[in-house]
């Protein structure tokens, strides 16, 4: 049972600034309704997925029923669209499926035995409306009941909170508890983040931050009252609060200093949530508007007027195959599809993106380069001013012909300085240089021509001039506005993510190494004739910064293959045969294994000491053949029931047993990917005592052709340079 509605295309990264325009022109707009002929008091959703609650039955799009149970609470959407968790009073959550009608899967008892409970007592928590007041009102009889849960974001984890203070911990395979975290107070409201570093929980006014992987309270944060709702970003850098203060708290998760407090929205706030890149957060106001605020510069975006009312909740949510972004909200009777794309892009995350890119290529020593002129073409002092130029080129680019749409005017004089001010509608305005004897030459903006513009970003994520050159075509004369240097290029000066360039040159150096090494194994492969020069096979490498969950600054090593098979009329030969998976009948995938385990037991395995984790992704592929009936799995890789993986970028579900066997092209994809992952377990002594955390990526070609079988596998050492 699945909604699935087509989305419009994405928008690549060269049109995004002239599909954009004007920074002020940013809207969100109706998509789609979905009427009800129930009152939707709260719902849920995944990319493609959406169920919703009405007088306690679960439904989904167009009222169909999921389960036919009429006592359901609180709902929690596992992120794969596999299954609902369901709260229902003082009875143990239950795991139902959203495929099948009424499917249990599994419920949550107490594991443990009586005599373990023996002498616990429930603590007193507050939980507003009806079902708040029958929660506490069991818990006031010794009931030990559950009272807020949440998904992990890659569905590996599934947290409950209950009357005694603890917040459970289960895996998403058997819903076993996997740990016990006892805290002070009722979590009346708990989140993960998406890193899978903290569980947020709200105990009334106060927020208790615990770290994930110990299980140890990181902070404890105090707020001014009752935390009702509180959410991660996408990229876990800042958490979002809403207090019964009529209050939106930012915080910064390196530090948990606040960053931002809102507390001139009005009206009472629920339903934080992120836009998927971080610049804006979105909030329901009075239950009859959502309010979309810029994180960047502190002011609504965007206010949706939804009188007559009944509103309770509303969702950012991206779907990563096309980059498109949308909103998820209610009416009293309806769902509602927001189409927002029409938000300006976070262009600072952009630039840093593209500019990164472009470093990390030119920090290369390039063919023919001696030392000597290497070591004068890179270096500190040229690598600042390197970025700088980059940053510019880029911005320019993302900024696209900002001034023609723009308005400019003239503005007014300053004939003390000589400085005559143009004004636009949204860019800043700038002052040039223009003798008073020529003043009187600018009489209408309309006469002026601009050429040459480069632009900078601020630190509100706004383009401004660095330089231009102004025309005036009443007199032909020439005005240059040359502010570079001494523009203050915030996205550089406060990168957080530099890396030191001798840790850049160290993994430039390392890539040639293993360019080396994939030349011998292909190299010899050839001479065993297992494959041509039709598999291609790529080998890279890159620094990549991040914080651990202690707030410090960590720098992450990603080491990657890859290969394919260019000529379709090698590929059976020289990888997978149509519908094969067994990656020992692939001669291609088998050189990409021999280069990987060569690798990381020569000169890369000083990364891997006992402890590291890594993390790897694997991701298979499979052309768009059709599979005729039935492919046989033996189960040589294990059995996989709504195994999350990721589909074109969409966490999804997938199962694959020796009882179903494989009929679609994913599951083959997936087979292909899961027999890396029993490779390198089985063959790679150095990550015997890494702590290796897998993740499965699934392509399907939508053209045919062996040529479109391939084989990625990328490996992210965790704090792969720590500080010496």
């Known amino acids: 049972m699945r909604m699935w509605f087509r989305p419009v295309k994405g928008i690549a990264f060269c049109i995004v600034a002239a599909f954009f325009g004007s920074q002020a022109m940013a809207q969100v707009q109706v998509k789609r309704s979905f009427p009800s002929a129930k009152r939707i008091s709260a719902f849920d959703n995944t990319t493609f997925c959406t169920a919703f609650l009405s007088d306690g039955s679960l439904l989904t799009i167009r009222d169909i029923p999921i389960v036919d149970l009429r006592d359901v609470d609180k709902i929690a959407f596992n992120p794969t669209g596999s299954s609902l968790a369901l709260m229902r009073g003082k009875k143990p959550v239950s795991i139902y499926s959203f495929r099948d009608r009424n499917k249990k899967l599994f419920e949550l008892k107490e594991q443990r035995k009586s005599k373990e409970l023996k002498g616990r007592k429930n603590l007193n928590f507050f939980v507003p409306g009806p079902v708040g007041a029958e929660l506490m009102k069991d818990a006031s009889k010794g009931d030990i009941v559950p009272v807020a849960m949440c998904y992990g974001a890659d569905a590996r984890n599934f947290l409950v909170s209950n009357s005694l203070g603890e917040i459970i911990v289960y895996d998403t395979k058997a819903y076993l508890p996997q740990a016990y975290i006892q805290g002070k107070a009722v979590a009346t409201a708990i989140t993960m983040s998406p890193n899978n570093y903290f569980i947020a929980a709200g105990t009334g006014k106060n927020i208790d931050i615990w770290n994930f992987q110990t299980k140890e309270l990181r902070t404890s944060l105090p707020m001014p009252a009752e935390v009702t709702e509180l959410v991660f970003s996408a990229d876990a850098s800042q958490m979002a609060v809403v207090t019964a203060d009529k209050r939106l708290t930012i915080f910064d998760t390196k530090t948990w200093d606040k960053v931002d407090i809102f507390d001139k929205i009005g009206g009472t706030l629920t339903s934080p949530s992120f836009h998927p890149d971080g610049k804006y957060i979105s909030v329901v106001k009075d239950g009859n508007a959502i309010v979309i605020m810029n994180l960047k510069n502190s002011v609504p975006e965007q206010t949706l007027d939804e009188n007559p009312g009944g509103v309770t909740g509303s969702r950012f949510f991206v779907n990563k195959q096309t980059s498109d972004v949308f909103m998820l909200s209610n009416r009293a009777k309806g769902l509602v599809f927001w189409d927002a794309n029409g938000l300006n892009p976070f262009f600072g995350k952009l630039m840093s993106k593209e500019v990164d890119a472009k470093m990390n290529e030119w920090v290369k020593m390039m063919q023919g380069e001696s030392m000597e002129d290497y070591a004068i073409r890179v270096n500190d002092e040229t690598r600042l001013k390197q970025q700088q130029l980059f940053a510019q080129e880029v911005a320019t680019e993302l900024a696209g012909d900002r001034i023609s749409i723009d308005n400019p005017f003239v503005g007014e004089y300053d004939a003390s300085k000589n ?306």
Do not use: C
């Open 419 to 724: 400085m005559l001010n143009i004004g636009f509608n949204a860019l800043p305005a700038i002052a040039l240089e223009v003798p008073s004897n020529e003043v009187g030459d600018f009489k209408d903006g309309k006469n002026l021509k601009f050429d040459n513009a480069v632009y900078v970003l601020n630190d509100k994520d706004e383009f401004e001039l660095a330089y231009v050159e102004v025309r005036n075509e009443t007199t032909n004369k020439v005005y240059i506005y040359d502010n570079i240097g001494r523009t203050k290029l915030t996205a550089l000066e406060a990168d957080e993510n530099f890396v030191p360039l001798e840790i850049m040159q160290q993994a430039s150096r390392e890539e040639i190494q293993l360019k080396e090494i994939k030349e011998a194994v292909i190299e010899e492969k050839k001479q065993d004739k297992l494959i041509t020069e039709n598999t291609q096979i790529d080998v890279r490498t890159e620094v990549i910064p991040g914080v651990d969950a202690n707030g410090n600054k960590i720098l992450n090593y990603k080491v990657g293959y890859q290969y394919e098979v260019i000529n379709k009329e090698f590929s059976a030969k020289e990888d997978f045969p149509s519908g094969g998976y067994d990656i020992e009948r692939s001669n291609a995938a088998m050189s990409l294994m021999k280069i990987i385990k060569n690798a990381f037991e020569g000169d890369f395995s000083k990364y891997l000491s006992e402890g590291k984790q890594v993390k790897v992704i694997v991701t298979g592929s499979a052309d768009a053949s059709p599979i005729r009936g039935r492919i046989a799995y033996n189960g040589q890789y294990g059995e996989f029931i709504d195994e999350p993986y990721y589909k074109d970028g969409n966490l999804d579900n997938i199962t694959v047993t020796k009882a179903s066997g494989i009929t679609a092209n994913e599951q083959l994809a997936l087979m292909r990917a899961a027999g890396v992952k029993n490779y390198i377990e089985k063959n790679v002594t150095t990550l015997d005592n890494t702590k290796n955390e897998y993740e499965y990526h699934v392509e399907v070609a939508k053209e045919r052709g062996g040529e479109f079988r391939k084989i990625n596998v990328e490996f992210v050492i965790m704090d792969a340079f720590p500080a010496k």
